[in-house]
């Protein structure tokens, strides 16, 4: 049996989701511990995406093969049961032997919040950015539709990543302000190692008025990473959902989170 799940981490305790040496606190590490406890043999986990430390996730998917015969719900509630507070589950489904949580999915939707304020905020301070300089939300709306579609992100990510090929399709890439926050949507086929975050640091610069409108386009051009400025700090992005074919039957988690908002 072929089970996927749907997942919620706060990213701040953790050291991205991938398990590592024995120590290292990590998403996937703490999750196969708690869910082996409910099957009763230990559990290997494969996600949509992996997070880097301080990424929080809002929709995350994983699967895993269980001999085991469990209700859906017994799953949920008993991972749950085992899973630190920073951590829970909030579906669990059956699905076909040829799911793949990585590799059926056709897209996924990353949001990044920016607590733009003069001063710094106690309770913000790991579930967003901040920058204290004034941001002009329009600008960087208007700089990151350069971005959409299909192009080669060369220039958008990082020195480590392993990706054969630069070449990805942006769907959709929306910044509006909400009060304090800045808030910027982005939804691709896939995405490069710091993909996001390396975009929303070219825009920050375009927000601040430090860059035009243009440069978003023109670093995209270039393809040249050295040209694409800072990489936006890890705690104000959430994974926020994973797209499948309707036929593997996914449930659609509600937006829970309340520092996400609608």
Known sequence: MRVALGIQYDGTGFRGWQAQPVG??????????????????????????????????VGQVAHFDTESVRSTRAW??????????????SWACEVPDDFHARFSASARRYRYLIHNHPQRSALWRARAAWRYRPLDADRMHVAGQALV????FNAFRAAECQARHPVREILELAVWR??????????????????????????LAIGAGDRPVEWA??????????RAGVTAPAEGLYLLAVRYPQRFG????????????E
């Open 217 to 226: 386009a023109e670093v995209l051009e270039g393809r040249d990473r050295a």
């Open 178 to 203: 909400r009060g304090d926050g800045v808030l910027l949507e982005i939804e691709a086929n896939a995405f490069l190692h710091h993909m996001v975050r390396n975009i929303v640091g070219v825009l």
């Open 149 to 152: 579609g299909e192009h080669d």
């Open 250 to 261: 996914l449930p659609t988690a509600p937006n829970s989170n309340p520092l996400i908002g």
């Open 24 to 57: 290292v606190r990590t998403v996937q590490a703490s999750l196969e511990q708690a869910l082996a406890r409910v099957a009763d043999h230990s559990v290997g986990l494969t996600c949509a995406g992996r997070t880097d430390a301080g990424v929080h996730a």
């Open 76 to 89: 949920v509630r008993g991972g749950n049961a085992h899973l630190p507070s920073d951590i829970s589950l």
